[in-house]
């Protein structure tokens, strides 16, 4: 496989109000554009050029500072991408639900930890609900990095993804991180989560 700049697959302004269309625009075409830029420039010519991105992140730590923070920029925005549709929001349904239910409690509990891991990573990062040995789990990185990579505190299979860093909220919402969270919860792709899910159990993750 080749490593490809995916389409947005939604229009700039079609998160509003929740997400505002310039940070859309910059977000995409600039931020994300740029990681796969550098990506695609530090990956030429090694082992990883054609190989899957999470082979390359189960050993990121003994590789360099270019493919783990632009490497996983690029992988990390995607699905960020993916988590999120113009008609999106509410809670899921069937097995993640069910899953969701079992493992805190209830979706608002399971809500309220995950815009907690959001409010609390310093800095630059992500919030990630992962897949790690069929059971879910709520966590954070800094920076570029992701379950994913071998130097993460929890290892496992991303199926959402949240960016924190200011970038992706600060036109709309300066420093208020909380509310660009609380607006996001109304853009969340819960059937791509879903399938994200299904996806990783039947991959055995
Ligand atoms: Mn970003």
Not at 51 to 67: D, G, K, N, V
Not at 144 to 173: C, F, K, R, T
């Amino acid at each position: 496989m080749s490593h490809t700049f995916p389409e947005l697959p939604y229009s700039y302004d079609s998160l509003e109000p929740y997400i505002d269309a310039k940070t859309m625009e910059v977000h995409y075409s600039k931020h994300h554009r740029t990681y796969y830029d550098k990506f695609i420039a530090a990956v030429k010519g090694t082992e990883f050029e054609s190989a899957e991105l999470a082979s390359m992140f189960s050993q990121i730590s003994q590789l360099s500072p270019a493919l783990r923070n632009n490497g996983g920029g690029f992988y990390n925005h995607v699905l960020y991408w993916n988590c999120m549709t113009p008609n999106g929001g509410g809670a899921p349904n069937g097995q993640l639900l069910e899953a969701i239910i079992e493992t805190f409690g209830s979706f608002a509990q399971f809500q309220q930890l995950f815009t907690d891991a959001a409010i609390n990573t310093f800095g630059s990062g992500f919030a990630w609900l992962i897949v790690k040995d069929g059971a879910l789990h709520v966590t954070s990185t800094s920076n570029q990095d992701n379950p994913l990579m071998d130097v993460a505190d929890i290892q496992g299979e991303p199926i959402l993804a949240l960016d924190v860093w200011e970038h992706a909220y600060y036109i709309s919402y300066q420093n208020r991180r909380p509310d660009y969270i609380e607006a996001w919860w109304n853009v969340v792709n819960w059937a791509a989560v879903s399938e994200n899910y299904a996806v990783a159990l039947a991959q055995g993750k």
